[in-house]
């Protein structure tokens, strides 16, 4: 059974940082393409950030700069490390894990950038 378990999630000022782990299991993680989603109130799912299974990475232009999305492929973990927090950043951010086309989706964390 797949599972996907998004942590770090909190309430951080703006301009604040957080790391936003997801942990995965019941997949050969280092085969997947991996990535963070987010979705704030009355808003569409949207992608912030991916990294193939060789390390690529793509961001959202609204992140970019901001925003670092690496993984750990022996401990079956990626992160999403974000700096510079903006108000507009708060969402729930989704953990997903991608294979020829079928995804996977964690529930997600709460990310809340507010003073």
């Known amino acids: 059974q797949v599972q996907l378990v998004e942590s770090g999630g909190g309430l951080v000022q703006p301009g604040g940082s957080l790391r936003l782990s997801c942990a995965a299991s019941?997949?050969?993680?280092?085969?997947?393409?991996m990535g963070w989603y987010r979705q704030a109130p009355g808003k569409q799912r949207e992608l912030v950030a991916s990294?193939?299974?060789?390390?690529?990475?793509n961001y959202a232009d609204s992140v970019k700069g901001r925003f670092t999305i690496s993984r750990d492929n022996a401990n079956n973990t990626m992160y999403l490390q974000m700096n510079n927090l903006k108000p507009e950043d708060t969402a729930v951010y989704y953990c997903n894990a991608a294979k020829y086309g079928v995804p996977f989706w964690g529930k997600g964390a709460l990310v809340t950038v507010s003073s």
């Open positions: 019941g997949i050969i993680f280092s085969r997947y393409v």
């Open positions: 990294i193939t299974s060789g390390g690529v990475t």
